[in-house]
């Protein structure tokens, strides 16, 4: 499973990023991470990146996509990865398709975690309290000055990212508001409707999944099915279909009934016109 999540500073992606690793036993692919490291071992491209990490700008393109791809190459990637802060412009995310199609992989998914930004400052606030409370050293770009230019970087590089990947129908995007066990459940039913993850029945009634692929090859990680999914309306309802072909009848009612309360949610929520769509289609059969 490869996936992406997208979202501005505080949306997140690193707490869910961890999350989904331990569920799926897939690898946490952070540029942030890295280069943070790189920048306490004083390498080439930490010295190269430090000054434009501590004002709250962009590292170069080719630093980071060189860093990805080198990184996707190593063995415990195999099995998947969850790519946390990368891409982050238009030309990070060309590089991406270009070497992941070099190395014959493919994307699941990309999932934008959506935040009001009202709420972004008190979450980083947050966090540096909690690390400070570790003992952990804070970063330096976490201060409100910093993370107002970080924002607005997301805003002018990031963003258009999000009609990238949906031009691409590869992006899916979650209530990042909500409590972090129930964004959690949110990316995992979307990456079931989606076939990202396949579903497992067992014996005393529980069902269980695993990641594509890496459950044939014996991966440990299994996770729990999500009742409700929550994903726009008319692109789960579609992955959900897909999912569902070729799959075990008890599946395929899962999947189904998923969809069927997926589309009455957005149906009341009412905002998106995919949603509406599916519902009065559904409505017409
Ligand atoms: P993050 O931990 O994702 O918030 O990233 C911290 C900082 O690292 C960012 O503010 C950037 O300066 C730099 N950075 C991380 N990922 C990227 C990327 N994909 N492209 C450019 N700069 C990045």
């Given at each position: 499973?490869?996936?992406?999540?997208?979202?501005?500073?505080?949306?997140?992606?690193?707490?869910?990023?961890?999350?989904?690793?331990?569920?799926?036993?897939?690898?946490?692919?952070?540029?942030?991470?890295?280069?943070?490291?790189?920048?306490?071992?004083?390498?080439?491209?930490?010295?190269?990146?430090?000054?434009?990490?501590?004002?709250?700008?962009?590292?170069?393109?080719?630093?980071?996509?060189?860093?990805?791809?080198?990184?996707?190459?190593?063995?415990?990637?195999?099995?998947?990865?969850?790519?946390?802060?990368?891409?982050?412009?238009?030309?990070?995310?060309?590089?991406?398709?270009?070497?992941?199609?070099?190395?014959?992989?493919?994307?699941?998914?990309?999932?934008?975690?959506?935040?009001?930004?009202?709420?972004?400052?008190?979450?980083?606030?947050?966090?540096?309290?909690?690390?400070?409370?570790?003992?952990?050293?804070?970063?330096?770009?976490?201060?409100?000055?910093?993370?107002?230019?970080?924002?607005?970087?997301?805003?002018?590089?990031?963003?258009?990212?999000?009609?990238?990947?949906?031009?691409?129908?590869?992006?899916?995007?979650?209530?990042?508001?909500?409590?972090?066990?129930?964004?959690?459940?949110?990316?995992?039913?979307?990456?079931?409707?989606?076939?990202?993850?396949?579903p497992?029945?067992?014996?005393?009634?529980?069902?269980?999944?695993?990641?594509?692929?890496?459950?044939?090859?014996?991966?440990?990680?299994?996770?729990?099915?999500?009742?409700?999914?929550?994903?726009?309306?008319?692109?789960?309802?579609?992955?959900?279909?897909?999912?569902a072909?070729?799959a075990p009848?008890t599946t395929k009612?899962a999947l189904?009934?998923?969809?069927?309360?997926?589309?009455?949610?957005?149906?009341?929520?009412?905002?998106?016109?995919?949603?509406?769509?599916?519902?009065?289609?559904?409505?017409?059969?």
């Amino acid at each position: 499973m490869r996936i992406i999540l997208l979202g501005p500073p505080g949306s997140g992606k690193g707490t869910q990023a961890q999350l989904l690793v331990q569920r799926y036993g897939i690898v946490q692919l952070s540029t942030g991470e890295m280069l943070r490291a790189a920048v306490a071992a004083g390498t080439p491209v930490g010295l190269k990146a430090k000054e434009i990490m501590a004002g709250g700008g962009l590292v170069p393109d080719d630093v980071v996509v060189g860093i990805i791809s080198d990184r996707i190459d190593q063995p415990d990637a195999k099995a998947g990865f969850i790519l946390d802060g990368f891409p982050r412009t238009v030309p990070q995310a060309e590089a991406l398709d270009e070497l992941l199609k070099h190395k014959h992989m493919k994307l699941d998914a990309v999932i934008e975690l959506r935040v009001n930004e009202s709420a972004l400052l008190s979450r980083v606030e947050t966090r540096v309290a909690q690390m400070r409370e570790r003992g952990e050293e804070v970063r330096v770009d976490d201060t409100p000055e910093v993370l107002t230019k970080r924002l607005a970087s997301y805003r002018s590089l990031t963003e258009p990212l999000i009609h990238y990947y949906s031009e691409r129908r590869k992006l899916s995007t979650i209530d990042g508001m909500m409590a972090i066990d129930e964004v959690t459940r949110a990316i995992h039913r979307l990456l079931l409707a989606l076939g990202a993850v396949e579903p497992k029945t067992h014996a005393k009634g529980t069902t269980k999944s695993t990641v594509k692929g890496a459950a044939k090859k014996g991966a440990k990680k299994a996770a729990k099915v999500a009742k409700k999914p929550a994903k726009t309306a008319k692109k789960a309802a579609k992955a959900s279909k897909k999912a569902a072909k070729g799959a075990p009848k008890t599946t395929k009612k899962a999947l189904k009934k998923a969809v069927k309360k997926m589309v009455k949610k957005a149906a009341k929520k009412g905002p998106k016109k995919s949603a509406k769509k599916v519902t009065k289609k559904r409505a017409k059969r």
